[in-house]
């Protein structure tokens, strides 16, 4: 590991307002009627199928005690663009036996190893340099209780996913509040065993969802990582048009303060269009609709019948608080890091996970970057001290022992300025599994 990476994540140095993620976990699962004594996880197989530059891949994975060892899939140590296509005439086989071998876990077994322990064991929360804050730790949050939890557990509906295995789609991979041709704004969605959770919601992700097979209609989860509006610009675009559209259950939308306030302000925005359409089209209230969910701590999220849903604090200054959220299904795990710099507590909250989609930034292409500003310094600062750069995401992903880790939320997003080779040579020199570099549209 070189110095950077070091100084960037030296044991020690704790982020003070991360140290309640992990000692609050008893208390939560307490609030939630769930034992702390999980039961233990029982190993099963689970092949799962990913589409890779087009082609679908069958990848076998073998969970044991709740963690997933690296290196133990098809690929060989950074060999992730070589792993072995099907062929199309084994497609629909390959997802059928994933749907068959990747069915719903009993409830008490949703909840992995490293989270029971987390009770117990309070690792190290966030890491940093402390020269992003002039030699001091960042201010510390109010922790106060989530709003009330909502789950809306739809039988049916248009654009709904089958009742399968689960599936991550990203939907948008660029990062910064910029347009880009290529790539949309940043947005993922999981869904699993019929139910869709989408994690931000930047340019572009309404017509992603449909490109991808997916009703904006059928999202009633909706979880932002923080508010910079690279990540939260079309947060109005999925209330209203879904809305339009015919939405009938509620959105319940997840997020830092001061969620309610932009909700509240989107909807006020467009009044008109809203009384106007609730009156001469007899649509029903849209606010009756909409759930928000403040979050102000980490920890437990919230909990159906497909999913459990936790979440750490990062750190990417200056927006506080930020956040990175877990997703655990009967079937495999989804960590989805959100904007950050190497974080301690991220390491924790993606321990032993199946998949992890981690930010990344080409800290050789910065010039090019600011290139185009005509007061670069202060952007440069910014982009150094609030992302993880190639050299760290590959160390942070190693260390957490994840399955595979996934690359998006691109910084430049232009792939004239950095080839694939680029993006994937640091990464794959520290990391031992599978590296995927991610495209709009990529299933995993």
């Not at 076998?60 to 133990?72: E, F, I, N, S, T």
């Not at 303060?257 to 849209?286: F, M, N, Q, W």
């Not at 950050?340 to 930034?361: F, I, Q, R």
Request: net charge negative; charged share 20%.
């Amino acid at each position: 590991m070189g110095e950077r990476t070091e100084d960037r994540l030296r044991v020690g140095e704790v982020h003070e307002n991360a140290v309640a993620q992990h000692g609050v976990e008893a208390a939560r699962r307490e609030e939630l009627g769930q034992p702390l004594d999980a039961a233990p996880h029982r190993p099963h197989p689970v092949p799962h199928v990913g589409s890779l530059g087009g082609q679908v891949v069958l990848e076998p994975r073998q969970h044991a005690l709740g963690r997933v060892q690296p290196g133990d899939l098809m690929a060989a140590p950074g060999q992730a663009q070589r792993l072995g296509a099907l062929p199309a005439s084994d497609v629909q086989d390959a997802q059928r036996r994933a749907g068959q071998v990747g069915g719903e876990l009993p409830g008490d077994q949703l909840l992995p190893d490293h989270v029971a322990q987390l009770a117990q064991t309070v690792p190290p929360p966030l890491l940093t340099r402390r020269e992003r804050h002039n030699g001091t730790p960042p201010p510390d949050h109010d922790l106060v209780d989530h709003g009330t939890m909502r789950a809306m557990f739809p039988e049916s509906g248009e654009g709904r996913p089958p009742e399968q295995g689960s599936r991550l789609v990203l939907l948008g991979t660029a990062g910064g509040p910029r347009v880009h041709g290529e790539r949309s704004g940043p947005a993922q969605v999981i869904t699993a065993g019929g139910g869709v959770y989408l994690v931000d919601c930047g340019y572009g992700v309404l017509r992603r969802l449909l490109e991808a097979g997916i009703s904006p209609v059928s999202v009633e989860h909706l979880f932002i990582t923080h508010h910079h509006s690279d990540h939260n610009l079309d947060l109005g675009a999925l209330i209203l048009l879904s809305w339009t559209a015919g939405r009938t259950r509620k959105l319940n939308i997840w997020g830092p303060p001061p969620l309610e306030e932009i909700v509240g302000a989107l909807v006020k925005a467009h009044d008109y269009d809203i009384t106007t359409r609730t009156a001469d089209e007899e649509r029903p209230s849209l606010e009756s609709l909409l759930s928000v969910h403040e979050i102000r701590r980490p920890g437990p999220v919230m909990v159906d019948d497909r999913v459990r849903v936790s979440c750490a604090l990062v750190h990417h200054p200056p927006v506080e608080p930020a956040f990175a959220f877990r997703f655990d299904a009967g079937d495999r795990s989804f960590v989805i890091s959100g904007d950050t710099v190497p974080s301690e507590s991220l390491v924790g909250l993606a321990a032993g996970a199946d998949v992890l989609v981690h930010e990344v930034l080409h800290e050789p292409s910065v010039p090019a970057i600011l290139g185009r500003f005509p007061n670069p310094e202060p952007l440069r600062r910014h982009l150094l001290a609030s992302h993880t750069t190639t050299d760290e995401v590959g160390v942070i992903a190693r260390r957490a022992g994840v399955g595979t880790l996934v690359l998006s939320h691109l910084a430049p997003a232009d792939s004239r300025l950095v080839s694939r080779d680029q993006w994937l040579e640091r990464p794959t020199d520290s990391f031992p599994g599978p590296v995927i570099l991610g495209e709009d549209l990529l299933t995993i």
